[in-house]
């Protein structure tokens, strides 16, 4: 038999026949509707692709049978129910593989990888909220760190936390979120930074005044409160807009104090905007 010749039949005959083969690469087209340890038989022994009859079978087993089954495999629609703990590449494998629920049998399991490797191996519709920690080996990027971040409840273990990341306030807090002790430059420059975002932001830092940004904006209430922090941001003489009208002299000035070289608009509840600089 070619080891090239494409090879077309049901699912049962296509893997008896392939299981025989040695160094086959030919394409495999099934006709009538798989299992999982047909589709892993065949997918095993061919490097060549594999055309489905059916893409939305719901496959259970192990994580290693479907992963097996469902690599170099893209755009399958069946739900896919494991019942061992995965690894990162099965993880990985299945995620890329299946826009299916994806039903773990240990939510809990730490990945340990490449960032790009846990971001796709996260990728995946759990049926739960994934909760294992991730321990990172190479340099991160804010929409994979946020990607993570936002997919998993476990502890992050960064490889370099002095990278820095340029970002709105909002994708850094996420992709910061219970991160600690962080010495990277944060940089928040590419829309409005609500004040209660750069809150949270601050939490992550070693030292606040590597948060830089040029435009914040907040109540009355909560830039006044916050205003130790706004003191430590560098605001590369920025713009600071105050929503509401009703503040008090003392927030007023625990403000203008905290940020004498900005400018400081006040945004009335009608949409107007007046400068507040005095």
Known sequence: LDSKVSLTGTAEKLANTVKALSGYGGDVTIEDNHDLPKLKTINEATTGTIKLAKDDIALTGSADDVAKALDKITGYKGAIVLNTDHNLPQLKTISGATSGKIT??????????????????????????????????????????????????????????????????????????????????????????????????????????????????????????????????????????????????????????????ADIFIKDTGGGITSETD
């Open 104 to 261: 773990l049998n240990n939510y809990k399991v730490k990945l340990d990888g490449l960032t790009a490797d846990v971001e796709a191996a996260l990728r995946g519709d759990f049926k739960a909220a994934y909760q294992g920690d991730v321990q990172l080996q190479d340099a991160h990027n804010l929409p994979l760190l946020r990607a993570i971040n936002n997919k998993t409840a476990g502890n992050i273990v960064l490889k370099d936390s002095f990278v820095s990341m340029n970002g709105s306030a909002s994708e850094l807090k996420e992709a910061l979120s219970g991160i600690r002790d962080y010495h990277g430059m944060i940089m928040a420059f590419t829309e409005n930074s609500e004040i209660l975002d750069l809150v949270e932001i601050s939490k992550s830092l070693i030292d606040t005044t590597r948060l830089r940004t040029i435009r914040v904006i907040g109540t009355h209430t909560d830039l006044a409160a916050n205003a130790t922090l706004l003191s430590k941001v560098n605001l590369d003489g920025g713009i600071l807009e105050i929503e509401g009208r009703d503040y008090t002299a003392a927030e007023l000035f625990a403000i203008r104090t905290a940020t004498p070289d």
